[in-house]
């Protein structure tokens, strides 16, 4: 087995937390700057990403394209500005790229182009398709005798499209224990969730965990806001040797902005002046 070696991880706890508030207000200024991009799913997932990126990839920007590195897709991407800001912060590009966001020639677009940005895993956007891919490294890994693990970030409401479901059979049918599947459960869509009289804050549908459980996954369940819940979670889920694992981390969408949180209309939605100005006051301890 070949294994890559890691740089630059981060496990201290603080730390981790600085990043991710940071992150969240590279987030904001970026969208604002391009007055376009969504908000709420990338608050809801940065946690994840930084504890990832920072604290669990074995991954090195100065490699990106090592066969034996870790494999990361963000399957619901259109929080792709979540993604751009940990891998600049990580290293991958220019902090200050960020501010091409979403325009013409930038490699940062709406939804990631793998074949635009080193450090990019697979290209996402419509929503349902990353973990088939994720499938596929993992078994390539296993043939390759490459000891990488792959993990795939999928969103609650992506998860209605039924290739999610007929990849979490094939991934337990193979005993993928080298593919992690990470659901962002803050438990709002885009509008809410669609019902016969318009649209309801209920889910009509709950339990992600169960339903993996029931396709022969192992699953965790975690404060997906919490780092030190992050760690011991990505910890457990390379330690299970049984097959695939996901872990159900249970988030807020617009997560660490009082007026942004649980609140759909922040779904894609940029920031004013004033509401940028209003989120980073509200991020500044978290910054120190
Ligand atoms: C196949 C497909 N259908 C519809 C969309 C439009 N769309 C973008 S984000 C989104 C809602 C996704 O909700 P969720 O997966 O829960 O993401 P989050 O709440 O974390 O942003 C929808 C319907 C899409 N990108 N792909």
Not at 9 to 28: F, G, K, W, Y
Not at 53 to 65: A, Q, T
Not at 80 to 102: C, H, K, N, Q
Request: aromatic letters at 8%; a negative charge.
């Amino acid at each position: 087995m070949t294994t890559h070696t890691q740089t630059g991880t981060v496990t201290d706890i603080a730390e981790l937390r600085r990043l991710s508030a940071r992150t969240r207000q590279l987030i904001l200024e970026t969208v604002h700057h391009a007055g376009a991009g969504h908000v709420g799913g990338p608050l809801s997932v940065a946690d994840i990403l930084v504890n990832l990126y920072f604290n669990r990839l074995r991954i090195d920007p100065e490699n990106p394209g090592d066969p034996a590195r870790d494999r990361c897709i963000l399957s619901k991407g259109h929080s792709s500005i979540a993604l751009y800001t940990v891998l600049a912060l990580r290293g991958y590009l220019p902090v200050e790229e960020l501010a091409t966001f979403d325009a013409i020639d930038s490699r940062l677009q709406g939804h990631p182009d793998l074949r635009a940005l080193p450090g990019l895993d697979m290209s996402t956007g419509s929503l349902g398709q990353g973990l088939s891919p994720g499938i596929g490294m993992a078994l390539g890994a296993r043939l390759a005798k490459l000891d990488f693990h792959t993990w795939v970030i999928l969103g609650d409401g992506e998860i209605q499209e039924g290739q999610i479901w007929e990849a979490a059979f094939v991934a337990s049918r193979y005993r993928l224990h080298n593919l992690t599947a990470i659901v962002d459960y803050n438990r709002l869509p885009q509008f809410g969730w669609p019902d016969a009289s318009g649209f309801t804050r209920d889910e009509p549908i709950d339990d992600p965990g169960g339903k993996f459980a029931a396709f022969g996954w192992n699953v965790i369940e975690i404060d997906g806001h919490d780092h030190d819940a992050l760690g011991g979670a990505f910890d457990a889920a390379v330690a299970h040797r049984d097959g695939p694992t996901v872990i159900v981390a249970h988030t807020i969408k617009g997560k660490g902005i009082s007026f942004m949180e649980h609140e759909y209309n922040w779904h894609a939605t940029p920031p004013d002046e004033q509401q940028l100005a209003d989120a980073v006051a509200e991020l500044q301890g978290a910054l120190a």
